[in-house]
């Protein structure tokens, strides 16, 4: 897929209408991303109870492709242990570094895996991995 | 010399496809004659400058040197000896600010409470160096903040440089709007109170005849890469009386006059500023450089740059959501349109004009701290030169205009 029919197709959706892009009250975790290139800064909540992800939003200034992944993130872990969260971010960060390819491996990953030709355009792959990387943070 | 010479004389331009380069604030591409002057070195005189007592070393320091004087000729700068070649314009810069720490000497004296003034438009390296300098020498870091179009009044200049400022550094031209900084009256100003000034001429060398000895500044920086040379080489200036009190802070190979077991003394300038093996490729691709910018002379260099700008800057007026940095007048840019496109990030504007084979950069351009005067976060920067043209613009505004289309709205 090019670059325009990602837009077009997924990531456009996600950008202009986030559904997990808000203010939470009283998360448990606060943590913020930034990416010093370009300037990006998101900020991630989460609410964890008896270790699952039970809401998950973020705010902050990110590109299309930053703000359209977080949100794919969050629509994917919401709902999840923790170690499955785990899991998850594992299989994003192969497919971006382009070690994981195949696509029904890809399949838990939902629209995530939309992203996977990121791999090929080096200059956006911090910004596809900004919200992961940050939860990746959050969870160890 | 038309703009169909120039790119005759560009092997980027003479591929089958190239690629509208419009990022030559970042840097430009090389003629040929560049290129050919850093391969001959490497193939005919490479030697170790200075140290051979053989006929190649000479050649090898001979056309270094000449590099020297034909650099100080294109700044109208009559002694050679106060050109310090370097790597490139940070380095310049981080060797003015680590140089004036490391020397004990009453006119490089900055004391707690003294001032340094930088102007809020500074890209990082004309910052960081001076936020070091005044962190530890406990010096207070002032900024002169220009007007919404760019310019730094009369009135700010006088208010923020005091009888307590001890540096000021300034750009020549910014690298986000392309306003050309009063650096005269700036100079001046700093001169009434005995302040030193640094002044980045990164942006400026291309685009403007810079007559480093009338501005009466005492450092110039700016790299070859800026000004159609080699990466890896860049130039600073500094007034030779300045220059000789200054201790240099890298140390070793050729720098040194006399070396006991435990001191030495260094060589006479520019050498003590110039340690280890130094990039005379570079040097040979930057004078080449300097003689085809004379060649191309800057009356075309100026016109041409400013009515791709203003067919920039008109095209851009016909869009929705567009908002353009700085002045409204084009032949104040400089050929640097910076802008932001309603709802639509910088990054995601850059890799879609990227599809269509055009180069231009996103980001804060390493001047975050502009970035806040203006409200953003980063934006596009569209910079162009005099070897681009009316059809690349074409293409860049046709392709600039279905963006907010590709965005979704």
């Known amino acids: ?140 | 010399m038309t703009v169909h010479d120039i790119r005759h004389n560009i092997s980027f331009f003479r591929q089958e496809r190239p690629p509208v380069y419009f990022d030559n604030s970042a840097t430009t591409q090389q003629p040929d004659e560049v290129i050919r002057a850093v391969i001959n070195f490497s193939r005919y005189t490479n030697a170790n400058p200075f140290r051979g007592l053989y006929d190649l070393s000479g050649e090898a320091t001979a056309v270094y040197e000449a590099a020297r004087k034909k650099v100080a000729a294109f700044l109208n700068i009559s002694d050679p000896r106060q050109i310090v070649f370097t790597r490139n314009t940070t380095e310049s810069i981080n060797l003015v600010a680590e140089c004036i720490l490391r020397t004990n000497h009453s006119r490089f004296r900055i004391d707690p409470g003294d001032r340094i003034v930088v102007t809020v438009s500074e890209h990082h390296s004309n910052l960081l160096p001076w936020q070091r300098l005044a962190r530890i020498t406990g010096a207070r870091l002032v900024f002169m903040e220009p007007d919404s179009t760019g310019l730094i009044t009369d009135a700010e200049i006088e208010s923020r440089i005091t009888d307590r400022t001890k540096l000021v550094a300034a750009a020549h031209v910014s690298n986000v709007w392309g306003r050309v900084n009063p650096i005269d009256k700036i100079i001046l100003r700093a001169r009434s109170v005995g302040a030193l000034t640094v002044i980045d001429g990164a942006q400026a060398v291309a685009h403007m005849k810079v007559d480093v000895r009338n501005t009466g500044c005492d450092f110039y920086a700016f790299s070859g890469h800026k000004m159609l040379g080699p990466m890896g080489i860049g130039v600073l200036f500094g007034r030779a009386d300045l220059l000789e009190q200054l201790d240099p802070f890298l140390s070793g190979g050729e720098m040194i006059e006399y070396v006991t077991r435990e001191s030495a003394t260094y060589a006479p300038i520019p050498h003590k500023f110039e340690a280890g093996t130094v990039n005379a490729a570079g040097a040979a691709g930057l004078a080449a450089a300097c003689d085809y910018i004379d060649k191309i002379g800057f009356d075309y260099i100026k016109s041409q740059v400013n009515t791709l700008t203003a067919e920039v800057m008109n095209g851009m007026r016909e869009m929705e959501g567009i908002t353009v940095y700085g002045s409204r007048n084009p032949s104040e840019h400089n050929g640097i349109v910076s802008f932001s496109i309603a709802g639509c990030h910088p990054h995601d504007v850059a890799s879609i004009l990227n599809e269509d084979h055009i180069c231009v950069r996103a980001g804060h351009h390493c001047a975050q701290p502009l970035m806040q005067f203006l409200g953003i976060g980063s934006c596009v920067r569209c910079s162009l030169y005099a070897y681009n043209t009316h059809r690349e613009v074409s293409r860049f505004i046709d392709c600039l205009s279905r963006v907010r289309k590709v965005m979704g709205y």
């Open chain 1, 1 to 140: 897929m090019d670059l325009k029919n990602l837009y077009r197709e997924i990531v456009n959706d996600h950008n202009l209408h986030p559904a997990h892009k808000y203010e939470m009250e009283n998360p448990d975790i606060v943590l913020r991303g930034v990416n010093p290139t370009c300037g990006d800064d998101i900020t991630l909540m989460l609410k964890i109870m008896d270790d699952t992800v039970t809401e998950g939003s973020f705010t902050g200034s990110s590109c299309a492709i930053s703000t359209a992944s977080a949100d794919m993130m969050l629509d994917n872990v919401i709902g999840l242990k923790t170690d499955q969260a785990r899991n998850l971010i594992r299989k994003f960060f192969g497919m971006i570094d382009g070690d994981i390819t195949d696509d029904r491996e890809l399949e838990a990953l939902n629209d995530a895996a939309c992203l996977k030709d990121i791999a090929r355009m080096p200059a956006r792959v911090k910004c596809a991995l900004l919200g992961w990387s940050t939860l990746k943070d959050i969870l160890g």
